[in-house]
């Protein structure tokens, strides 16, 4: 008998006709149409069983990774963006953290006024006077620049764009030595004494002073967030990113500096965080022998500058 409820009618219909003529008792043939319903859905719900088990089978035969992909694709993707993102704030959140117990007291230690700076520090600073005319247009049209700053650039890393020169400046420039942080896996970093590019090397500003001697190497160096970080020698890169991790050294953690075959030894003193404008780092105390690390914080951003002071203590070869 066929399941289409329009042919089961007429099927049904047909039956009791053929029944009625043939003088079969109406309750018999109620009884067979029953018997017959109830053999159907018995194969109805046996077809079913089979159904389910066939796709039971399938979907034991798939590989697990099949059979779960449509769960863990999308957590995977949604983990990955979390990932990245955390990458990008967590930095950032914790070093405002950090600085909020750690360099407020720095702050209000700062013993120069910004004004005053140049009255003490041995800073020439060069620049033309813009004549009267331009003095006039300064005041009167505001300059706007659109064009996003180059970091990677020394230049563009105080607030005026404008690097002062300090006395003796001249007299070292072009000079080279070596800086290992072993904490920080950095081995074999060069830097070089004046110029501008931070993709090539690390740059001590010219005029402070060289590893060993009275004052304060400033050396300089590029940071980016944490997920790149890379300063292995194989990488082309490492100067993109070769300090993005030296506001996680403590007091005690060695710094090593080579020139000339000769090999100094640091230790780190203390850390702080500075404005763009502040080019007080710069200066140079005849009394102690130091070494300054400095380089953009938070990770990866250009807020401040974060400033890593190391003092020399007595070195023997192994």
Not at 186 to 194: D, F, I, L
Request: hydrophobic fraction near 40%.
């Amino acid at each position: 008998m066929s399941t289409n409820p329009v042919d089961m009618h007429e099927q049904l219909v047909s039956l009791y006709r053929r029944a009625l003529l043939s003088g079969i008792d109406m309750s018999e043939v109620d009884d067979k149409i029953s018997e017959f319903s109830v053999r159907q859905d018995a194969s109805e719900k046996v077809e079913e069983f089979h159904d389910a088990e066939r796709i039971g089978r399938t979907k034991r035969a798939l590989p697990t990774l099949m059979r779960v992909g449509s769960f863990s694709i999308p957590a995977l993707f949604i983990g990955v963006g979390l990932y990245l993102v955390g990458t990008a704030v967590v930095p950032i959140l914790g070093s405002y953290i950090s600085a909020t117990s750690q360099l407020q007291a720095a702050q209000l230690m700062a013993p120069i006024p910004q004004e005053e700076v140049l009255d003490v520090t041995p800073l020439v600073i060069t620049q033309e006077q813009p004549s009267e005319k331009s003095q006039v247009d300064l005041q009167s049209e505001p300059q706007i620049i659109d064009e996003a700053l180059d970091y990677t650039n020394l230049n563009n890393w105080f607030a005026d764009a404008t690097l002062p020169e300090l006395a003796n400046a001249k007299e070292v420039e072009g000079e080279e030595y070596i800086v290992d942080i072993p904490k920080l896996n950095v081995s074999n970093a060069r830097v070089k004494v004046g110029g501008t590019d931070l993709d090539e090397s690390l740059i001590a500003y010219p005029g402070t002073a060289l590893p060993g001697d009275v004052g304060a190497p400033v050396i300089f160096g590029h940071s980016v967030l944490r997920a790149y970080y890379n300063p292995s020698e194989k990488n082309s890169r490492r100067y993109n990113s070769i300090f993005s991790t030296i506001m996680t050294l403590k007091a005690g953690d060695e710094i090593f500096v080579t020139q000339d075959g000769v090999k100094y030894k640091y230790l780190v003193q203390e850390k702080t965080e500075v404005k763009p404008e502040d080019v007080y780092i710069l200066k140079q105390n005849y009394s102690v022998k130091q070494l300054k690390l400095v380089t953009c914080t938070p990770e990866g951003t250009y807020l401040r500058r974060g400033v890593v002071t190391a003092t020399l203590v007595p070195f023997a070869e192994e």
